[in-house]
């Protein structure tokens, strides 16, 4: 196969629709879903057994591996946990400096305002797993929280017969304090309603398949989440001066991710896209899973676009709103300042998403599907909630009065100009 160089300008409404109007594919497993989230909220720790030994053929033992994890984590090899424990501090340090301070100030005379914040008291993460060996995840949903102060952060992870040592024992090391051996629909319905076992949560967050998200989309209202991701998802702006491997690098390891996920070059100059096309094509056939990586070059929102102009590019990228936006040009930096909407960025030509993957110290759960026009990825804020504050002297009130007895009179909240006015005239008398 050769990857083809598709003319920006060409794309019809179909094009354009299957790069902008992305979506997570839960539709068609949203009844099925739905069905095994309620057994679960109405039959507990059964009801999960029963799933686990029907999706994942395993006949669960101890639901709770909190222990089974410590062990994994003292049975690494040495490099492994070593890997593991500075990619930890690596996040932990950015996370920590998202931490925001308690404040208060003066609003004119007598009017003390301010906000504090206060961490979610507990909350799950899902850890993709099973024989897998997904550690970083587990890092990226962990420790964000742990930073924030939470005070019980459980996990669900996904089993099977042998559960890969990696993933057990990056959730120890991230500082997990329960970790539930149980995937799926039935693991976010476990942690959204709480079973025997499973701890119930307030908020659920991290990265899953699609009856995952669609189990997520189902408990919304119960309990908060962070956002539904789909597929994995990257777009790299390249300029003349950006070298075709590179950028060919970026495309063929967001493909590996999964057959759906969406990975885009556009650039102005043609030449460089022709370049790029070339290296997808060379590099893909070296690739151990090229089977998944081809069928996601193939996909309609995936390909190498040449843009008239560099504006032109600009203008797609943002409104594709990519998960991960890599910028390889010259001015990079200018570029960024004419893009709003991306998740994670990556500037220059030595700084490729897999760093941020794994151990720059950024995080890795990030909108997809257009979602990072309205929001941003897991943070600590993710797991923070904000109360604002208020102080107010007889000055302060008396600054103010008037404007609040007016506008309560206006809504018809006699009430409420009362206990303003009550207050005002027992000042006035003393």
């Not at 990857?3 to 068609?28: Q, S, T």
Request: with cysteine.
């Amino acid at each position: 196969m050769t990857v083809p160089v598709r003319p920006l300008p060409d794309l019809g409404p179909a094009d354009r629709a299957a790069f902008f109007d992305r979506d997570a594919g839960i539709e068609a497993v949203s009844g099925d879903v739905a069905e095994i989230v309620e057994r679960v909220r109405e039959e507990g720790d059964v009801a999960v057994r029963e799933f686990t030994s029907e999706f994942d053929g395993v006949e669960l033992g101890n639901i709770d591996i909190t222990d089974t994890c410590e062990r994994a984590y003292d049975d690494l090899e040495d490099d492994l946990r070593e890997a593991i424990e500075t990619a930890a501090a690596n996040v932990r340090e950015f996370h920590e400096a998202q931490r925001p301070e308690d404040w208060r100030d003066e609003f004119g005379p007598g009017r003390e305002l301010g906000r504090r914040f206060r961490p979610i008291d507990r909350v799950g993460v899902y850890v993709p797993g099973g024989s897998a060996a997904y550690p970083s995840s587990a890092i990226m949903g962990i420790v964000p929280a742990v930073v924030a102060g939470v005070d019980h952060v459980s996990v669900v992870t996904p089993p099977a017969d042998e559960m890969n040592p990696s993933t057990l024992g990056a959730i120890h090391a991230a500082g997990a304090d329960a970790v539930y051996s149980v995937g799926g629909a039935q693991a976010i319905a476990g942690l959204a309603y709480g079973t025997e076992t499973i701890t119930r949560v307030q908020k659920i967050v991290g990265p899953g398949n699609k009856w995952v998200t669609a189990a997520k989309a189902t408990v919304r209202g119960d309990v908060e989440i962070d956002f539904l991701a789909g597929p994995s998802e990257v777009v790299v702006v390249a300029d003349e001066t950006a070298d075709p491997e590179l950028v060919a690098t970026e495309l063929v390891a967001q493909a590996e991710h999964d057959p759906n996920a969406s990975v885009v070059a556009v650039t102005a100059d043609e030449d460089a896209a022709e370049a790029i096309a070339a290296a997808v094509d060379e590099q893909a056939d070296a690739r151990e899973r090229e089977d998944v990586i081809r069928d996601a070059l193939e996909n309609d929102a995936s390909g190498v676009l040449l843009a008239r102009s560099m504006s032109e590019a600009i203008l797609f990228t943002e409104e594709y709103a990519p998960e991960h936006l890599v910028i390889v040009a010259e001015d990079d930096e200018s570029l960024l300042e004419r893009i709003d909407s991306a998740g994670s960025v990556f500037l220059g030509p030595n700084t490729p998403v897999a760093a941020g993957d794994y151990a720059s110290g950024t995080n890795h759960v990030l909108p997809t599907n257009g979602g990072a026009r309205v929001t941003g990825g897991l943070s600590v804020e993710t797991f923070l909630r904000s109360t604002t504050v208020q102080r107010l002297s007889g000055e302060g009130l008396a600054d103010i009065g008037e404007t609040v007895t007016t506008l309560a009179d206006a809504e018809g909240l006699e009430a409420h100009a009362a206990s303003v006015r009550r207050r005002l005239e027992k000042l006035d008398d003393a």
